[in-house]
């Protein structure tokens, strides 16, 4: 490695706000590999693994799944150079985009004030308005835990979804957590009083349900079980065209895995 700065596992954690679960996620998958091990065999990242990092974590904030991350690394011209100067385009583009907006929302303030008509201003920033909706058009479902960092564990342990952030406050507990599911994620919220959020184990039931489409239902199925998964009900093919079985994660977020009926 001669006189290149390395950096351990734990230090490329803290430095990227991400958890050192989610480094052997990527790892283990063949995403992102240490560039070498200490004499005592910790794993220690070099500048190609940082560049190889943003490039996953700028691939993923488009939201791609990891699934296609791994394809266009693997496949295509991912140039940390490119990679940086899009990431700097997109930046600039929305600050354009924004200050934009805020010129025409300062020109309708004047405007109302003198009296004279509005509609072609106001028709303008709606216009901007919708351009900056439409570059952050992204869906992200949120549960709800008493305990995030005990949930996190679960479900990725036991329901396979890859691990994502987990922050804490400054007292180092657990604040939000983010899981990734295929094309989607969802993030772990804390209970709030003020916001009436509370988790199905303090509710004494769940609202809703999660659906998942996974490549096996019956395999996902071993797996959950062999977890310990408390399970609702074993896999099945229903009279609407899907095989799937049914569970509950340890606070009670009921959650259905399953696959279209061929």
Known sequence: MGNEEVRRIGEIADATNLTVRTLHYYEEIGLLAPTARSSAGHRLYGTEAVEQLYRISMLRQLGLSLEQVCAIVETADTDVRSLIADHLAAIEARLVAENRLRSRLLRLVDTLESGEDTTGDLL????DMNMLETTLDRRIAILVYED???AF??????????????MRDLDGDVVHGEIQAG???????MESEPFGLRSPRNLGGA???MAIMVDDVDAHHRHAV???ATIRYEPIDQPYGYREYSAVDLEGHLW?????LT
């Open 256 to 260: 259905s895995f399953m696959k279209p």
């Open 207 to 209: 609202s809703g349900t």
């Open 183 to 189: 094309d989607g994620e969802f993030w772990l919220h």
């Open 226 to 228: 062999a977890q310990g």
């Open 153 to 166: 564990d679960y479900l990725t342990r036991v329901f396979g979804f890859g691990p994502g952030k987990l």
């Open 148 to 150: 995030i960092e005990a």
């Open 124 to 127: 303008s920033v709606l216009e």
